[in-house]
């Protein structure tokens, strides 16, 4: 008996995005060989995260190997200037690459995620700083950020598999571009002891979270001693490795399985303890997840590893309804939690991907509601100068017009408030007027600054 019969009042007239089951249509051909330098690999090849890593695109020249005439030389003269102006270093794996659009790579989101264009640059944010988060003055020690009372950031090393455009972490993350003399961490055992000491030290420290730059890239045994030493501490409850691999190179958990065995070992080692260790890792767009992300990650979900995800907000990429609700309802079906969706941070050289607030706001009431609340990201902003995650909501002053938004955080810094701006040129032409003159810009702020401490 269909439900209609048992109940006439049974609303049949689902609205069709409601019914949608797309977010299950895992892409399963060998998409890899549109692209000329990969037309002969076979699908044991492709999946071997040796070829991914040993083949990443890192130059222009190196691009212009791969795509070859697919592109023209415009095209190609836009990506050098882009590289030049940009603040991050090139690094693309050969599964972003053949995941991107070349029919139309100027609007597809991975090439906007990862391969900087000139055309499509625009001026920084006057109020953009470099570490806009203030994560070095939260810093006791080298690579190591304890901004909130019971958990810290372990930046555990510098490199990555990729390299994003929109890293926060710009001012560490990377090798050196023309534009950017980075702090150098190092991936040295010397500096971890100095780490592991301070978290003995604290015991207000339950969480760890074990990031860089990218887990991926620390050695399988690196893994298993962070891992297990960080677990002997017996306060340490909670840690997560920060991982983007299953997003851009997911052949790295199926085939480098003594790094893939490491992690579970730890997992397995603090379930024993009662201690939770888990994954989270880095989706932004459906589209990055294919049949062979779901092979990468099923081993672990299998083996009860939790993984969380969190994905940047960005223009042109994930800003709209649909994509963000199939991307959380992709992200659920295969057994990784939706955990943050961050508003873009302010960092240099990447306005073109950042979105106003008001677009987050908007987007969270899409997604809300579509599945499970424990699927539901929570979408927040991080204040700029150490506030910590805000909810997008909980702003105390939000001038759309201007575009400045002012945040308070008791928890983390109490007394104090923090600014978040949108975009300029997404303001209409007498509000970016009025942030070009230098006068009316102080008293904008000055202005919001005192709304927000007339709401308190
Ligand atoms: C985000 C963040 C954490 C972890 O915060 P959660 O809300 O638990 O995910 C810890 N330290 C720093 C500096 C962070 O930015
Ligand atoms: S993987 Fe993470 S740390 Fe590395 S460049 Fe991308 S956003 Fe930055």
Same mark, same amino acid.
């Given at each position: ?21 797309? *977010? ?196 399988? &045994?690196?893994?298993? *001693? ?7 501490? &017996? ?49 932004? *767009? ?57 508003? *873009? ?112």
């Amino acid at each position: 008996m269909k439900p209609s019969e048992s109940n006439p009042r049974f609303r049949q007239d689902v609205p069709q995005e409601m019914a949608r089951l797309d *977010h299950r249509d895992l892409r399963d051909d060998e998409f890899w060989r549109a692209i000329p330098a990969y037309a002969q690999l076979s699908r044991d090849e492709f999946n071997d995260y040796r070829f991914q890593s040993r083949n990443c695109v890192t130059s222009l020249r190196k691009l212009q190997q791969v795509i070859g005439e697919k592109m023209d030389p415009a095209f190609y003269r836009d990506v050098e200037e882009g590289i030049v102006r940009s603040t991050m270093s090139l690094r693309i794996s050969p599964y972003l690459i053949s995941l991107i659009d070349w029919e139309n790579p100027y609007d597809d989101p991975l090439r906007i995620q990862f391969l900087p264009l000139g055309s499509q640059m625009r001026e920084d944010h006057p109020e953009l700083r470099l570490d806009s988060l203030a994560e070095q003055d939260d810093s006791p020690v080298p690579g190591l950020t304890h901004r909130y009372r019971d958990r810290a950031l372990f930046l555990a090393l510098d490199t990555c598999p990729v390299y994003c455009r929109f890293c926060t972490r710009s001012y560490a993350v990377g090798l050196d571009t023309e534009d950017v003399e980075k702090v150098h961490f190092g991936a040295l055992t010397d500096r971890w002891q100095e780490v592991f000491t301070y978290v003995e030290s604290r015991p207000e420290l339950e969480d760890l979270v074990i990031s860089g730059g990218d887990v991926a890239n620390l050695k399988a &045994e690196h893994i298993e *001693h962070i891992g297990m030493r960080l677990l002997d501490i &017996e306060h340490v409850q909670r840690m997560r490795f920060a991982s983007k691999a299953p997003a851009i190179m997911p052949q790295k958990l199926i085939t480098d399985r003594a790094w893939t065995d490491a992690l579970i070992r730890v997992v397995e080692e603090g379930r024993v303890r009662g201690k939770e260790v888990s994954l989270h890792t880095h989706f932004n *767009h459906p589209v990055e997840i294919t049949e062979i992300t779901r092979g990468a990650l099923e081993p672990l979900v299998q083996r009860g590893v939790i993984i969380r995800n969190q994905t940047v907000l960005q223009r042109r990429v994930n800003d709209t309804p649909n994509t963000m609700q199939l991307l959380v309802q992709r992200l659920g079906w295969l057994g990784v939690k939706p955990y943050y969706v961050f508003v *873009h941070d302010m960092v240099r050289g990447v306005e073109d991907l950042r979105t106003s607030l008001q677009t987050a706001i908007k987007l969270e009431k899409q997604v809300r509601g579509l599945t499970s609340g424990f699927n539901t990201p929570n979408f927040v902003l991080d204040t700029m100068g150490g506030g910590g995650k805000r909810n997008v909501h909980a702003f105390e002053v939000y001038d759309r017009n201007n575009g400045i938004a002012v945040y308070a955080s008791p928890a983390v810094r109490p007394g104090d408030l923090f600014f978040y701006f949108d975009p300029i040129d997404e303001l209409s032409p007498e509000a970016q007027d009025r942030w070009r003159d230098p006068i009316h810009r102080a008293s904008m702020l000055e202005d919001a600054m005192q709304r927000a401490r007339d709401c308190e």
